[in-house]
Every structure is written in C-alpha cells, then in structure tokens.
C-alpha cells in the first residue's frame, strides 16, 4: 500500500502556465457559492436524529460535488492537444482517424515527437492530459440514441471507447490509471510503429501491456488480476466507484488530477473547504455525509504551500472525525481501480 503514483509522466510536464478567462473564474466562483449556501441550509442539530442529519449532508454535498462538477466541465479545456500537435502535421492517411491517444512514461521528447507525428500525420488525435470528466450522470434513457436509419435504440459509446494509451510498461502513472478507470488498453508505442510500415491498423493484442506489475506487490496479492483479461463488456458500466463520494487531502496537484481521475471512475467528489464546513458532531463512524477522505500519503510542496495544505488538512481530518468520515489511504483507490473492483478496506489502508 506504499507504492506512489506519479501523476505526471515525466517525459510531458505541463508548462504551468495559468489559464481561463474571468468570465470562468466567475462561474467557478457562482458555482461554489451556491454549492456552499446549499450546505449552510442544513439542519444544526445532530444528536436527536443522526441518521437523518447525516443523510441531509450527504445530499447537500453530493449536489455541491455535481455543481463543482458541471462548473469544472464549462471552464476546462477539454483536454490539452500534446504540444506537437500544434504544428500541424500534413495528413497523409486515415489510419488513425477516430481514435485518441495519450502517451505515458515515454522515455524521451524524442520519441514523444516521433509517436506523435506518426498519430498526427495518420489521423489520430494525440492528447497531452487526461481529459476532463463528462458532466454528472444523466438518466440511463439518456446512455441510448436512435438509429438515424430504423429508428432502434442504439447504444451511445462508453468513455474510452476510442481511446488508447500507449506505454513502454503498465505503471500506477494518471494516464494508466485513467486507461484502468474507462477501460481503455494499454498499449506499446511499437503498434503505431508496425501499423503505419503495414499501412493498416493492425491487432492490438499482441501489443498489449500487462496490468500485472501495476497491481502486484500487496500481501496475498501476485498480480494474476490482469485487467487486459477482462473483456470491456464485462466492467462496471458506471465505472468502480459508481455512488462513491469522496473528499480528497493533499496537495493541490493531487487534489486536482486524482480528483479527474475518480470522477472518470464514477465517483462524486466533494470539496475539502464544503466537508469542513457541514454541520454535525459525533456522527457514528460510516454515517458521515460522504463515504471516505482519500489521504495522499507521499506530497511535495513548497513550504508556503506545504504550511497551508497542513492547515487544510488538519481541519479536514477534525472534520472527517466528527461527522463519521473514514479517512484511509490513497492507494486503495488506486488498488481498487487496478483490481476493478473496490478493495476490501483493512488495516493496509486505514489511517
């Protein structure tokens, strides 16, 4: 359960720079404040009624997660195009047309300049980021369209459905987990390479890379759950943490992409700044407005911002105490995302 995830690959740093205009600071901005005024309607009292209280919360902060969570769909950039793409390759196949890629722990810019010609110039669509989540969940009439052409219902594609991630190895990296998360495969850079010599798309199952050495390594656990294994048809279609909420406490980089990630995996995640603020005390522990805070057991900051993260989490954990939130490490997300399917929660992962 120590095992850290790197949520960037180091071959592709993001050029830090900020972005976003005013007009989506204010909506951020309008979003949290309704989502926070929705929290401040909630009942004072705890203790004539816990159950009912704690349910009241829930479903204040399972709203304000949906509202931080359209706001977040209306301000993103949709995820970035890699930054060779923007040089515009000349096409000159469709070999690729349709499909999306994100490359993870490649070894050099080199080679991420070489893959994503050959995606570019071949019509695929390389993507530097994870992209941003869907908005929240809509009816299930909504997953189906007509057929333009018999008028039958027809299944819409599920996330990942187009998207690839090409790896020299499976890791615990974003990208793999993202991969883990929508069922995308994980495959080696070499496909594009033998795809584009043959001039046309080729297998991917030779090319596949194992999950075995991602989720091997915990006691009693040898890796044989290979993801790769598991056909698409048979995961949880409304990802491994449908109806799952979470708060997370850590860094503000995690904070932001682990938070992508387990949307993509179906949860809602709650703000850390909304949890400290609901109303409640000595709430049974597994009553809480929210099912868990996800600890990020390994961070890096600044000492300004380290000094202010511990102050927000120390709140957060006084926070998770007395409203019945367990608090446990984040790895067993990230286990659990491996195995698809939650973790038994034992003493690996509780803190």
């Known amino acids: 359960g120590g095992r850290r995830v790197r949520f960037d690959d180091e071959s592709e740093k993001p050029n830090g720079r900020a972005s976003g205009s005013a007009g989506a600071k204010r909506r951020r901005v309008s979003a949290s404040a309704a989502a926070r005024s929705s929290l401040s309607s909630m009942g004072a009292s705890v203790a004539p009624s816990r159950r009912a209280s704690a349910s009241s919360a829930r479903n204040a902060l399972s709203a304000n997660a949906n509202a931080l969570a359209l706001a977040a769909g209306r301000t993103s950039d949709e995820g970035k195009v890699s930054p060779a793409s923007r040089r515009r390759f000349r096409r000159v196949s469709n070999l690729f047309e349709g499909s999306t890629f994100l490359l993870s722990g490649i070894p050099s810019k080199g080679e991420v300049d070489e893959l994503t010609e050959l995606l570019e110039t071949h ?79 080729l297998a991917l199952e030779p090319y596949r890379m194992s999950r075995r050495a991602s989720s091997a390594g915990r006691d009693g656990d040898d890796g044989d759950g290979d993801l790769n294994e598991y056909p698409d048809a ?111 929660m034992d003493e690996t992962y509780r803190l």
């Not at 070499?190 to 795809?195: I, P, T």
């Open 123 to 201: 019509g695929g669509v390389v993507r530097r980021d994870v992209p941003p989540p869907a908005p929240p969940r809509v009816a299930s009439a909504d997953l189906y369209q007509p057929s333009q052409d018999v008028g039958a219902p027809m299944r819409r594609d599920a996330p990942g459905s187009n998207t690839i991630v090409l790896t020299p190895a499976a890791g615990r990296t974003l990208k793999c987990l993202y991969a883990a998360a929508v069922g995308a495969p994980l495959v080696s850079p070499d496909w594009v390479r033998d795809c584009v010599e043959a001039g046309a798309a």
């Open 234 to 344: 048979t995961r949880n279609a409304g990802g491994v943490f449908d109806g799952v909420v979470v708060s997370l406490s850590g860094d503000a980089h995690y904070v932001r992409q682990f938070g992508v990630l387990l949307r993509h995996a179906g949860a809602d995640v709650v703000d850390a700044a909304d949890l400290i603020a609901a109303e409640g005390q000595d709430v049974p522990m597994g009553e809480g407005p929210c099912d868990y805070v996800l600890v990020q057991t390994a961070a890096g900051a600044g000492a300004g911002a380290a000094a202010k993260r511990k102050g927000l989490e120390g709140g957060l954990a006084r926070a998770a105490k007395r409203l019945g939130v367990p608090r446990v490490r984040h790895e067993w997300a990230v286990d659990s995302l491996l195995a698809n399917r939650l973790e038994e």
